[in-house]
């Protein structure tokens, strides 16, 4: 499974980015899908994940603020982030769990996308 992050970029704090994960070689509407982040210097964090029947999972940093969905159609997860901060500052990495049972940022992804940076000053 190849999967391919793009959306990110540059906003002031307050503003939106909609970032999109398009995987290629499966068919990922029965994999359990995250969005990861890391900023410099810090470990990775799980933002969110989405499970076969789109439940889904949110960090408390980003509750209210950020929302996971998938098109199973299109092969493709994205993460809405809105009421950006700058702490939200990082790369932002999608990845993808096989076994779409339960469903968290814990579950062991197989696969990783390379990252889409994400600025917000």
């Known amino acids: 499974v190849q999967l391919v992050e793009s959306g990110g970029g540059s906003v002031q704090a307050g503003g939106s980015l909609k970032l999109s994960c398009a995987a290629s070689g499966a068919t990922t509407s029965t994999y359990c899908m995250g969005w990861f982040r890391q900023a410099p210097g810090k470990e990775r964090e799980g933002v969110s994940s989405i499970d076969v029947v789109s439940g889904s999972y949110y960090a408390d940093s980003v509750k209210g603020r950020f929302t996971i969905s998938r098109d199973n159609d299109k092969n493709t997860v994205y993460l809405q982030m809105n009421n950006l901060k700058p702490e939200d500052t990082g790369m932002y990495y999608c990845?993808?769990?096989?076994?779409?049972?339960?469903?968290?940022?814990?579950?062991?992804?197989?696969?990783w996308g390379q990252g889409t940076q994400v600025t917000v000053s």
């Open positions: 990845a993808a769990d096989p076994d779409g049972g339960l469903c968290s940022p814990s579950n062991d992804f197989g696969y």
